[in-house]
């Protein structure tokens, strides 16, 4: 299986949006579109994987996290990782995070990453566990702030735990 890694192109923004409909995720052209501004300003590096010319993946590096604990350290944090189903669990993740790595030890001696605890995350789980990243110590934030003993939250995608590797 041929796998190419490259960075994001306009020709992709449509293409992207098409493969994730047709499992039914919906990830509109024009999301795309802003990853492409945010790759061509230096925002982020958006990084795509490709198997014979068939779109497979992507990830975005964002240099300038959100996350309040991994701004204030300059730690970059790989955000919004997707693999289409059909190409899940052939090592296109293992790839993009190969990929991803090597450009942000450019930068940085850590990287970053965070994921929802949802069931539908456990394979991004078990992939990060496999490549050594570990809780950076600051439990599970919803909607970007931290949660504190007896707060009643809900389970949805604004809950997330925080995780970090050394480069």
């Known amino acids: 299986m041929n796998c190419v890694i490259r960075n ?22 024009s999301q795309y579109l802003k990853y492409l501004e945010f790759h061509n300003s230096g925002e982020r590096d958006v990084i795509i994987a490709n198997i014979e010319n068939q779109f497979a993946g992507y ?3 964002n240099w300038n996290s959100h996350y309040k604990s991994f701004n204030e350290k300059n730690i970059p944090e ?6 289409l189903e059909k190409f899940q669990r052939k090592g296109i993740g293992t790839l993009l ?3 991803a790595e090597k450009r942000i030890k450019q ?16 394979k991004a789980q078990i992939l990060y566990a496999r490549r050594n990243y570990i809780p950076d110590g ?3 934030i919803y909607n970007s702030k931290p949660i504190n003993y007896g707060d009643k939250i809900t389970i949805d995608y604004g809950l997330v735990m925080h995780l970090i590797k050394k480069l």
């Not at 990287?111 to 539908?120: E, F, K, P, R, S």
């Open 138 to 140: 600051n439990g599970a």
């Open 78 to 83: 790989i955000v919004d990782f997707n693999v």
């Open 59 to 61: 990830l975005t590096i």
């Open 8 to 29: 994001i192109k306009l020709e992709d923004c449509e293409i992207i949006s098409k493969a994730f409909e047709a499992q039914n995720w919906n990830k509109p052209t």
């Open 107 to 122: 930068k940085s001696d850590f990287a970053g990453i965070g994921y929802n605890i949802t069931q539908d995350f456990g």
């Open 97 to 99: 995070m190969d990929e």
